[in-house]
């Protein structure tokens, strides 16, 4: 099956006709339903990222010094776009990342929501008025953009992730430089084109995608014109991300790999526990950083919640959202980012397959390219690589256990700390289970729990920092005290 061309998917006013023609010094975007690739766009390099700091820094004066009512104006006008194009966006994500076109769309608003948010924030970046130790003096705390933001997103929510740490840092008058990740720069493009249809300056937002990521990744963490950097992607570049960034005294905030337990005490609504793990688990069949990955079950219902799953599991409608006939609107699972990572996911479930645990449900280690059905296996241990491997995909295992302490036990044997799950209705177990986590987002019987005016970020190996809600503009402000004498 070929891809149709995108002039014919999404409206050509947020393409470049340039993207369908292979050319020097381009890199390919590919279809991960097909394996084939579509599009080319420029290969940046790393002169192209400090050129684009540079301009960040000389553009970073007029757009902090704007009032925050002018830029708040701008950004609301690019949330308006982002809603008013998003059948097309989506159908863009659909063809780069794989996803279904409904949930694709799903992150267009999702998107939207952070940009709207941020856009309310932005006017109330308040400060403090302290009383002062004489009446001669007023002392005064004040916050203002830390300066040029350097930003590296991820491939899995191409559009989200690079929205909601743009328009945070937009919002606290930062200007900003971003690379997305090579396999789906098309939405970073597009998010860019809207911005600066809005009224952004290109320098104020810039995106530069490209092949020499490690080069690239070094002018945005130790470029001396750069004064804040955020990553999400995985632990171990995170670790050597936040070194280079040392060597200048950055501000850094990071969004690591996860590994979230999904508890299900006995006295749990089965059925609405069900619903909130196909949510948390299946999402973009499985490649979240906070989708469950380990399900952790009461040994009193363990039999008869694994079944039930197992069957909600291998009714998942698996295809391509895009077929000849034009989209599949009823896709429920789409492909894998790529081959090797179904490959490696495939590998894995053999190997614990022969180690003992058992598929519930549709035979997952079969299928090829990009593709692999959702799963189910049970007889996992907590401590085996399955479990402890963040899996990036739509393979459920569970893991039993016989008392409250055991599963809190359980739910923390992890390096990560970035999202929970837990169902119960009992409110004091929900309390007591919640504070004992050591993960920074928990959600009690509530599989969805990101949303733009909540706190977005991690404990442990997950990385620090926080995206989204009041506290996410913290990263992007220097807090500022003035001692005022003679009065």
Not at 363 to 376: F, I, M, R, S
């Amino acid at each position: 099956m070929n891809p149709k061309p995108l002039q014919g998917v999404v409206d050509n006013d947020l393409l470049d006709a340039t993207w369908f023609y292979e050319v020097a010094d381009s890199f390919a975007v590919m279809n991960p339903a097909t394996g084939e690739d579509f599009a080319w766009v420029p290969d940046a390099s790393a002169a192209d990222a400090s050129v684009a700091v540079a301009a960040a820094a000389a553009e970073f004066p007029r757009w902090s010094g704007l009032a925050a009512r002018e830029r708040a104006k701008v950004l609301f006008r690019w949330a308006d776009l982002l809603l008013e194009h998003r059948a097309d966006l989506g159908a863009l994500l659909s063809y780069e990342q794989g996803k279904p076109v409904a949930e694709a769309i799903g992150e267009i608003e999702y998107s939207a929501s952070y940009v709207q948010w941020f856009a309310e924030e932005a006017t109330r970046l308040y400060g403090d008025t302290i009383p002062a130790p004489a009446s001669s003096k007023r002392i005064f705390v004040t916050k203002q953009a830390v300066g040029v933001v350097t930003v590296i997103t991820p491939w899995n929510f191409p559009m989200a992730m690079l929205a909601r740490k743009a328009v945070a840092a937009l919002a606290a008058g930062c200007t900003l430089v971003a690379k997305p990740a090579q396999e789906t720069p098309l939405s970073a493009f597009a998010l860019h084109r809207l911005a600066v249809r809005a009224g952004l300056s290109a320098a104020a937002f810039a995106v530069v995608a490209g092949t020499a990521s490690a080069a690239i990744g070094e002018v945005l963490t130790q470029h001396q014109a750069v004064a804040k950097f955020s990553f999400t992607g995985s632990t171990r570049v995170g670790r050597l991300l936040a070194a280079q960034c040392a060597s200048t005294v950055k501000r850094v905030s990071l969004e690591l790999g996860g590994n979230a337990p999904f508890i299900v005490f006995a006295d749990a609504d089965i059925e609405a526990a069900l619903d909130g793990l196909m949510l948390a688990k299946f999402r973009n069949a499985g490649q979240t950083c906070v989708c469950a990955n380990r399900v952790l079950v009461d040994a009193a219902i363990a039999d008869e919640f694994t079944e039930r799953l197992a069957a909600r599991v291998s009714a998942l409608r698996v295809g391509p959202a895009f077929t000849d006939d034009g989209s599949a609107d009823d896709v429920q699972i789409g492909p894998l980012i790529h081959e090797r990572a179904a490959t490696g996911l495939r590998e894995l479930l053999s190997r614990a397959v022969a180690d003992g645990a058992r598929l519930v449900g549709a035979e997952a280690v079969q299928g090829d390219g990009a593709w692999l059905h959702p799963c189910v296996v049970a007889d996992v241990r907590n401590d085996s690589e399955l479990a402890q491997s963040e899996l990036f995909g739509p393979v459920a295992p569970v893991i039993r256990f016989r008392n409250e302490a055991e599963a809190l036990t359980l739910a923390n044997a992890t390096e990560y700390g970035l999202a929970a799950y837990l169902y119960s209705r009992d409110i004091g177990r929900c309390l007591r289970v919640a504070e004992g986590l050591q993960f920074g987002m928990v959600g009690i019987n509530d599989g969805a729990i990101s949303n733009a005016a909540a706190p977005f970020g991690g404990m442990k190996q997950s990385g620090y920092g926080r995206e989204g809600s009041k506290y996410g503009l913290d990263d992007y402000v220097e807090t500022k005290y003035l001692s005022i004498g003679g009065i």
